[in-house]
Structures are given as C-alpha cells and as structure tokens.
C-alpha cells in the first residue's frame, strides 16, 4: 500500500535502507513527516518485513526525538560505521489524521459522489460492495450532510479503488443510521483488509448534491504595487524548474513580478507559445512542485485567454481591488514531441507490467488521463486494447502510479463496454479540461490464466525456461530460494515433459520478466501432480525487485528407432491416390512387358521359319503335320516359359527394393 514500505534513503547519491536496530515509533513519526503524512503515531516494522532492498544498508541505531525535519538529523551511525544484516532492515506504517468512523467520498466527478473511505485505526480505508444497498447510501449521505432522499448505491468499484486496504464489508444499515458505524458489518483486521483489498469490488455512493448559495468573494489581500517598475510589462518567466520548458509562472503585471494562483489549460497553452512551443498542450502544477514566491496572491483577481493568443499580454486581466490568497504559486510544463506512435497507449510506472497509469500518445506526446469519472467500464476497454484478458480490471485514482511527465489530455472518460480503444468512448479533451498532476488515471489488467496454470518463456525452447505461475488472474513468477530437483520434476510433469533428468535453474538465468512474484520458498516431494500441491508461501502482490527467479530444464523425450516397411507396388496406395513411386514402378512393368513382347515376336517368326523348312524337305503330308503338331505342342511350352520369365521379372520389378531406396 501506499503508506507502509521499506525505508529508503538517498546517501551520495544511491538509495539506501535503514537498520531496524533501535528503530522505534519516533524514528518512524520522523520518517512519515518526511514523507508528507500527517503527524500521527506510526506502526513501525524490524526483520526486513518489506525485503532488505537493492541497496546498502546505510542507517543503523538512530534515535529520533520525533520532531526533526529528515532522519538525516536523527543521531544514530551512519555508513560506513553503520553495522548490519540484511535480515533486519526497517519499515514503517504511516497513519491518516483522521478520527474512526470518519467517511470521505474519492474519485467521482464531483464532491457529492465517489468511493467510500473509511477512517478506522487511523487509516483511511475501503469498503467491500457485498450486500451494498441504498439503505447503506443514505445513512453514507446523511453523515456527509448531504439529503439521504434519492441517495443511490454504486457497486463493483464503481468509482475505481485507491491504493489501501480494505475495513469492512457486508453493511446491513435499516436507513435510519446517523453514521455508517451504528450499521452492522463485518470488520477487518490490517492485514486481513490488505490481502483482500486487491481482488475485493469496493462500495461507492452518489449522493444529491446541496443546493449552491452565491456569496461574494471575500477579500482576503488588497495588492499595493510599487511605484518603480521591475520588470517590462508582458513579460513572462518560469521559476524553479529543472530545464525552461517548466517551472513557477510568473507575469510582469503593471511593472511588477506577480504569481498566478490558478490558470486553465488555455492560459497555460498560451504561456507555452510565448515560450516558443508549438504544441498545444501543458500540464498545471498546483501543489508548489517549483517553488513559491514571496508572495502568496497574484496581483490580478482573473485572467482569460482565447486560443489565438500568441502571448499572455493578449489576454484579459481583471483586478477588483482585492484578491483571495493561495497557499502554492502555480506551475506549467510545456512539451516538444517525443516520437511516440499516434494514438498508441501504454501501462507506464507500475510494479508489473499488468498495471500502471494509462497513457495515450496525442501529438506526438505520452499523456495522462484525467480520473474525473474513471471507472472499471474504463479500465475494461484499456486492459482490452492493449490485449490484455476480457476480464474484470481493477480502476485506480489519485495518481496512485504517479502523475507522469506528460499532459493531461483526457477527463471525464465514460466508456460503455463494446469500444475497441479508449478513443472511441466519449470524453472531455484538453483544452476542455480542468484537472491537476494528482489526479491520474490508473489500472490494473488480468491475463488470460486460472490460477495455477504453469508455462515456461525465455528458454531457447520449449522445454526449458523460467517459470511463470497464475495467481489470482496474473502470470507471475517463483523465488528461487530452497528451489531444487523435486520442485523441477513437478513442474515438467504438469508441463506434460520428460521428468526423468529434470533439473532446477536458479539466478534469474532464463531472464526475469516484469511481473510479481507469486510463490517463495516452494517445497515439494516429487508425489505432487501440481506446483500448487506443494508448500509454499504466497507472497502478496510485489515488484519482485528483490527476488531472483526459479526455472527448469525439462529434458527431451528419448529417440527411438523407427523401422521403414517396404510394401509391394500393388500395396503402396494410399486413400488418397496412386503414389508417385508406384506411377515409376509400373512404368518400368510395361517397358519390360513390351521389350518382351518383341523378342518373343521374333522367336515366333524364328521357329516358324525353320519349321516351314522342315516341311519342305518333308515327303510325308501326315509328318508335316506331325512337325505342326510338333511346333504347336512346343510352341506353347516355349512361349509359357517366355511368359513366365515375364512373370518373374514383373515379380523381381515389383519387390524392386534398390529403386524405393534410390528415391529415398
């Protein structure tokens, strides 16, 4: 979650982590000061509970009083005299300022709608969709102090989830409850609503907005400009940033240098062609993200541009005499184009490469995608796009994987569930947009697997290669510790591959894809069919940063001889004709068949000859028919001697073996 985590910091220049020796509640306060949580008592963690990292360990024994600014501030040892295993590396669990029992509304397009958050052991928290009605709506809406009349429920993360865990579920409000605590539910513990948040839809609500009252402006600065110029009017510049396409903007009104404390996207595309960038977007930073200036107003109450304005001396300023005050300047960033492909998108700055903020290319620039409105109908048709599984996909908000460099160009997406891009469902496009750096879009993809589902990749075939594993709709990875001979045997055996000479990989050798790691110290016997009826422990959703990954060898099936049978020519026919071979072979019959036929023609001619001159000399017409008999009775075995020479020869050709092997 977004508020637990190893403890990093940066020394010389490399992320390093903190020793857990002495590290207790005030190191941990100091900790979560420094990242911008509220000042609330923290839960500290030893024993490297959030891995030991890539780095070194940097911090070891400090001792906090809980009011410094940064741990570096902290006395304690400091590498290299700091001395420590990478077993005993710190973590901490920032708490919310906030009262149990608390409720807030996140996500939704406006303030009156959203997911239900939930303050309870000083954490904000979600709220399971099981059994979610509109009873438990109103009771929502009333203690938000909004009318419970027409107070509708949203089930099924509605209005997307954000990065925390789950408190309860299954609410069983009658609808006359003056708070969501007096309802009956079913409560859980961190750890429980933790493991559960990522795969639990969450409840959201839509509540009838109060009716606006109109109250005049109160007049919180009256500007007193001096009267010597300090700059040339209609001058622009930005302050603060690391290069001059970003920083704090700042306007030389009436001579004087004066902040802005708020600007709309067109206000923003003008400054960026007075800086000379062609492009037509930029991003607004309300936050401070470059700094402030001494002053904490603007000089001016308003300003509007038109998109034809080449300069922000084109547009139109209002001052009333007095103007409200803003707590951080504002900041803008222009772009030049980075090559992206047209109307590509990606998953960018998440753990895994099943999630990330969803970024689309416009004008040749990476950009974002307002969460005003997103929801899982949303996340659906991305997840869809980019080819991921036709499964339910999890939707985020606030920027839960960051802001990104980009533009925010989208707003109020409101996809129906049948488009093939997130191009084609209705939207607000920038300029037409009004949305800050904390409010990206995000989401979470499934693949196409049922848990426990196995495959190889990264091998130089298909019977080797680190192992993948399917968990909760996600292909994801197995630690290599304890990993040995028997867990390589399962695994090629639910392969459907030779087990015998199976063999274990270790070290990340076949590659480590961007994914989770699901499985860690895995034990099994070798009787198991399935990886997942061994012992192991599943790990919850990670980076898999500090893991090496396991994978198999599977060897090749035996090779076998194979004996060739060499039928007759009468036999080697096949269903579906005559077979080449077979043409040959008959080929040669009738050749040798007629070759026979002529000498047999001449021998006939030959006998007949000399029988003719027998009769000649023959003084007896009862002998020369005696000599025909003669020549008929042995013409016949003569000629049956010939025909079966031709029998034998058809024979011989017909089991030719030296002609089937030649053409082999």
Known sequence: LQQEGRVEVCLNGVWGSVCDSDWDQSDGLVACSQFGFDLAEPLVYSGS?????????VYSNLKCSGFERDLGLCDGNKYPLSTCSRSNVAGVLCRDNCQNGEIQLVGGPDVNEGTVIMCQDGLWSMIGDAEWDDNDAQVVC????YSSDGSMSKSGSFYGKVNKTLAATSYGCIGTETVLTECTNTMYAYDQGKLLARNTSVAGVYCVPNEQTTEPPVCAVTPTLSPIPMCQVGDMQLFGGLNDAEGRLMYCYNGQWSPFCSVDTVVASVACKAKG?????????????????????SLFSSISCSNSASKLSDCSFSAEGCVPTCTNNVGIRCYTKSGCVENSIRLADGSIEQQGRVEVCIDGIWSSICDDGWDKTDSFIVCKQLGFAEDESTAYIDSVFGGGYGPIVYSNVKCVGHESSIYSCPKSVYPNITCSKGNAAGVMCADDCVDGDLKLVGGSNDMEGTVEICFDHLWGLISDSNWGDTDAIVVCSQLGLETRYAAPVTGSKFGKPNKTVHLNNVYCSERETRLTDCTAYKLPLNDGSQYNVA?????????????????PVESQTSSGGVSENTLYVFAGILGVCAVLSVLSVICLFGIMFILQQKRKGSQKVDEFHTQKT??????????SVVNRNRDSMVSFSSSGDGFVKMEQ
């Open 49 to 57: 509970q959030f891995g030991d990292g890539y780095g070194p360990i």
């Open 142 to 145: 009333r203690q938000l102090q």
């Open 630 to 639: 003669e020549y008929d009775d042995g013409s016949m075995p003569l000629y």
């Open 277 to 297: 960038y062609n492009l037509s977007t930029a991003s607004i930073f309300t936050n401070g993200e470059f700094g402030n200036s001494a002053l904490n107003y």
């Open 551 to 567: 994978g198999v060898s599977c060897p090749a099936p035996p090779v076998t001889s194979t004996t060739v049978l060499v039928l």
